[in-house]
């Protein structure tokens, strides 16, 4: 299905507003754009969360993470062996997702997130 030019500038200002966000706060395409899709541009939570799994796959952060390493703020060897672990979790959890209902899926997201945010809001 081929992108109209009001949805291609929405995509690509949500992606410029991750990036942002993923830079500054080191949030990743979870907590930014999966929510944003599914509530900027209506996409069910399986598209969302795919589309952003696929965002990641090239290399989106090396620029940040170089400017974070020359300011000494990357553990590398913690960082490879957590890749390590994302690499075969996503794996793992592509593999169930496609088993969930999308409905379902949504609302557990969202608890998640707001469980993460109470927590960091007030150190819970």
């Known amino acids: 299905m081929p992108i109209d030019k ?14 942002l ?19 900027i541009l209506g996409w069910n939570q399986k598209l ?7 965002v990641s796959l090239p290399p989106v952060g090396i620029l940040a993470v170089m400017d ?3 300011g000494g703020h990357v553990r590398l060897d913690a960082a490879v062996i957590m890749a390590v672990g994302v690499f075969l979790g996503c ?15 949504r609302q557990g997201f969202g608890v998640l997130l707001l469980i993460i945010g109470l927590k960091m809001a007030f150190k819970l």
Do not use: D, F, M
């Open 21 to 39: 966000l993923s830079g500054l706060l080191g949030v990743s395409g979870g907590v930014v754009l999966v929510p944003a899709l599914v509530l």
């Open 68 to 70: 974070y390493h020359r």
């Open 91 to 105: 794996y793992v959890g592509g593999r169930v997702v496609q088993h969930l209902p999308a409905h379902r899926l």
């Open 6 to 19: 009001p949805e291609l500038l929405k995509i690509a200002l949500l992606g410029a507003c991750g990036g």
């Open 48 to 54: 969302a969360q795919g589309t952003s799994l696929a």
